[in-house]
């Protein structure tokens, strides 16, 4: 046996001790648990660098295993600097990419809104001559909790308000559906495939089963916090359409900015808040139609200016959890090189999962090369397993990938190892001149 056949013998029964630990979403989540922490992948430190030379037939003898055959394998990899490709196969093909869509609407979301952007969450005095109304606007913001009501409320008690005769609510910052048509019936009704609104609150989900009606769930609990602030409520009411006239703020308050926002969006993986960021994309760039094709629509132009072929995304949503989803991996390196030369690549890099360390990436790759060295996004459903990110191997220049994996029959604990060997491969390069 020859020395390189005698190193993938060993880098393989490594990982195969490694799959036994690890566990995997077998359905998508609103946040992806990270996997359990392993224990023997330090192992795996030992084996020698390999040439980009050798890549090909490394990465393919994975790919090819019988287990996998019946599978398909969308992956690019580059070199971050050059532009270089070491690897592609069917590179720009369509992949369901799973949450790795949160790649591309984070990044448009930056892009276009900045990374300073707020969502805003306003109480106004509507004038009636039949008494105390107020009205308060929603604009999506997928961080408020109750304690934000409260500052609401302390607000209005501070301006010396009693009593409402009348709450009204307004959510029709976002248009359209509550929930995507493209989402499984089964996800609609867990927290994971919560509604999105534009009044979320404690992010639309009691548990684990989604709240079926968001706008009266916000607000029956913003006149709970209201009562107990001393302000009595005599009556709500849902508003069938925005307000056209100017009226007076009484109260507000503010989501954390959009910096902080796309970190729960990836390192977390968390839907409902890519799903805001999505709308908030249609609501700015076409406020009168549909929040969600306006949104999609703004991604694929954004990231069209950013240099990703537009032929390569045909998107259902801003998560991932829709099936109906289609991305090859060349648009998501695209994505990620843009990204690279973009002035919000530091905030865009630093909202990605990081190799054993935090996020969805947190208890991979503990105890290997790549073990903080790769910034990525993770992505799940049945059937479909994908990774994507920058890596930065030890003894080769900077790259990006991009790995889709469909059409597998197999717990996605049982196919992800081969994902994680890929990556360690490319951890592994160097420059062999």
């Known amino acids: 046996m020859n020395g390189s056949k005698w190193i993938a013998g060993v880098l393989g029964g490594c990982l195969s001790l490694w799959a036994l630990g690890v566990q995997a979403e077998v359905m998508p989540s609103t ?18 660098g390999i040439c980009p030379a050798q890549l090909s037939g490394q990465i393919a003898a994975i790919a090819n295993r019988p287990n996998l055959q019946r599978s398909r394998w969308g992956i690019l990899v580059q070199r971050l600097d050059t532009g270089e490709t070491l690897f592609a196969q069917e590179a720009q093909r369509f992949f369901i990419p799973a949450s790795n869509v949160k790649v591309l609407t984070t990044a448009a979301a930056l892009e276009r809104l900045g990374a300073r952007f707020q969502m805003r969450t306003s109480v106004y005095q ?41 709450l009204i609510a307004d959510d029709t910052h976002f248009k359209g559906d509550f929930t995507n048509p493209n989402w499984e019936l089964s996800d609609t009704q867990t927290d994971y495939g919560a509604p999105v609104n534009s009044l979320i609150l404690n992010q639309n989900a009691i548990g684990e089963r989604s709240v079926p009606n968001p706008t009266q769930h916000f607000l029956q609990r913003f006149q709970r916090v209201l009562n107990a602030t001393q302000i009595t409520v005599a009556g709500t009411a849902i508003a069938p359409a925005p307000t056209t006239s100017p009226q007076p703020e009484l109260a507000a308050v503010l989501s954390p900015p959009l910096s902080t ?52 995304i045909d998107l259902s949503d801003g998560s991932g959890l ?26 865009f890099r630093n909202s990605l999962a990081i190799a054993g360390s935090r996020g969805t990436l947190q208890n991979r790759f503990r105890d290997t090369p790549v073990q903080g060295r790769l910034q990525g996004k993770t992505g799940a459903l ?8 920058y890596l930065d191997p030890p003894n080769y220049s900077p790259l990006v990938f991009a790995i889709l994996l469909n059409h597998f029959d197999q717990p996605v604990r049982t196919v992800r190892p081969a994902i994680d060997e890929i990556v360690l491969l490319l951890g592994r390069l160097r420059d062999c001149g």
């Open 261 to 312: 926002l796309v970190v729960e969006t990836n390192q977390n993986s968390n839907n409902l808040y890519a799903e805001a960021l999505l709308r908030s994309l249609g609501a700015t760039t076409n406020p009168n139609e549909d929040s969600l094709a306006a949104g999609i629509a703004a991604i694929e132009a954004t990231l069209s200016r950013l240099g990703v072929d537009p032929q390569g």
């Open 322 to 347: 829709s099936r109906h989803n289609l991305v090859t991996p060349e648009a998501l390196v695209q994505t990620l090189r843009g990204m690279a030369r973009s002035p919000n690549a530091t905030v």
């Open 31 to 48: 946040r992806e648990r990270p996997s359990p922490a392993t224990s023997d992948t330090h192992l795996i430190a030992q084996a020698t």
């Open 126 to 166: 509507v004038p009636s001559q039949t008494g105390a109304i107020a009205r308060v606007v929603g604009r999506g913001d997928p961080s408020l909790t109750e304690a934000q009501l409260q500052q609401l409320a302390q607000q209005l008690r501070q301006r010396g308000i009693t009593r409402l005769d009348r």
């Open 382 to 389: 049945s059937g479909v397993a994908t990774l994507s990110g």
